[in-house]
T-cell receptor, first 109, second 113 residues
Framework: SQQGEEDPQALSIQEGENATMNCSYK?????LQWYRQNSGRGLVHLIL?????REKHSGRLRVTLDTSKKSSSLLITASRAADTASYFC?????????FGKGTLLTVNP | NAGVTQTPKFRVLKTGQSMTLLCAQD?????MYWYRQDPGMGLRLIHY???????AKGEVPDGYNVSRLKKQNFLLGLESAAPSQTSVYFC????????????FGPGTRLLVL
């Protein structure tokens, strides 16, 4: 079963705009991770937020985690065409990850 | 460092044939994982290994076997391929003592006719 459900399934924005993706998960987790997948490629780790953290930043990325609502959000600021990819959240527990179905982000030049 | 590599990149099988997918990592990672990704889906865990000589079942293990004879290699076997096993297979590795980030290979695209 999928751990997370991303929302929206697809998002199209203009370069320079911000992109926000949401993720809801079902079971308890130790951490929540976000990965990016370019078309036809493997997944690349973006950021990890632990269950006792509320917010984390990395460059143009901002992740929040609300364990009471079992939800997380990923904000990409000042988006670029190169950010076009699928983005997956994954709940981490006992060193295993359970992935959501992903959000396809398209950034138009 | 090559990171995580997978062999082959693409393969076509007929129903009932067998094959082995090879995953290799040169990062001395302890844990290794096999996932499958189907269209419109996230990754689902097939099997994983927490160290040389150990393996465990994931979410969708049926029809697959694995072996971890060497720390750097993790093999995924299909004994009798079925069309339902048409998918893209990803291998990953991690070092839990550091954090739970997983490092992924480029994937193997498998088509079973």
């Amino acid at each position: 079963s999928q751990q997370g459900e991303e929302d929206p399934q697809a998002l199209s924005i203009q370069e320079g705009e911000n992109a926000t993706m949401n993720c809801s998960y079902k079971t308890s987790i130790n951490n929540l991770q976000w990965y990016r997948q370019n078309s036809g490629r493997g997944l690349v780790h973006l950021i990890l937020i632990r269950s006792n953290e509320r917010e984390k930043h990395s460059g143009r990325l901002r992740v929040t985690l609300d364990t009471s609502k079992k939800s997380s959000s990923l904000l990409i600021t000042a988006s670029r065409a190169a950010d076009t990819a699928s983005y997956f959240c994954a709940g981490g527990s006992n060193y295993k990850l359970t992935f959501g179905k992903g959000t396809l982000l398209t950034v138009n030049p | 460092n090559a990171g995580v590599t997978q062999t082959p990149k693409f393969r076509v099988l007929k129903t009932g044939q067998s094959m082995t997918l090879l995953c290799a990592q040169d990062m001395n990672h302890e844990y290794m994982y096999w996932y499958r990704q189907d269209p419109g889906m996230g990754l689902r865990l097939i099997h994983y290994s927490v160290g040389e000589g150990t393996t465990a079942k994931g979410e969708v293990p049926d029809g697959y076997n694995v072996s971890r004879l060497k720390k750097q290699n993790f093999l995924l076997g299909l004994e009798s391929a079925a069309p339902s096993q048409t998918s893209v297979y990803f291998c990953a590795s991690s070092v839990p003592a550091v954090d739970e980030t997983q490092y992924f290979g480029p994937g193997t695209r498998l088509l079973v006719l």
